[in-house]
């Protein structure tokens, strides 16, 4: 084969080689989906060990986040919750991270963290109202509950209180 017309099949070999097995990046997320591995969160980190600072707007956004999804909680853990539930659910977190968003005011360091968190709040929130068939509902309801806990861990909110972690139905 001349050397023109192998470096177009070497380029497809490489491609292919390179690209993402889409089954097994499905069965990587449905296995750790529930425990928060692979999800933004597990990319936070402390500054020089210590929580990052929070202002007002964030810890107001956040326990509004927290009360609307401990009220569902119940119904989620014991797989009752509706979809119609889950989509009522999702506004009201979509609402909340849109207030964070547009208000918060910190310091870039402490912002770049926080965006781990709203990144896995915003994919729960496609996850609960449906958006990806690959991935359930409740598999939305886990990555926004380890988006709370992450955020109770690596920011320092007095008012936050821990919580336990969700269980698999």
Known sequence: ?????????????TLLAAAPNPTLAQHDQ?????????SAVTQLQLKDGQKWQTDASLRQGMANI???FDTDHPAIHAGEQTDAQYTALATR?????????ANCRLPADADANLHFVVADLLQGVSLMRGEDTARSRHD?????????????????????KPDAPMHEK
Do not use: C
């Not at 977190?93 to 968003?101: A, L, T």
């Not at 939305?140 to 936050?160: E, I, Q």
């Open 140 to 160: 939305g309801a886990a990555l926004v509950h380890g988006a709370l806990n992450a955020y109770g861990r690596y920011f320092d909110d007095p008012d936050w």
């Open 1 to 13: 084969m001349e050397l023109k017309n192998l470096l177009p099949t070497l380029a497809s070999i």
């Open 66 to 68: 927290r009360a609307a």
């Open 93 to 101: 977190i979509d609402e909340q991270v849109k207030s964070i968003v």
């Open 30 to 38: 449905q296995q750790h989906g529930m425990h928060g591995a692979g």
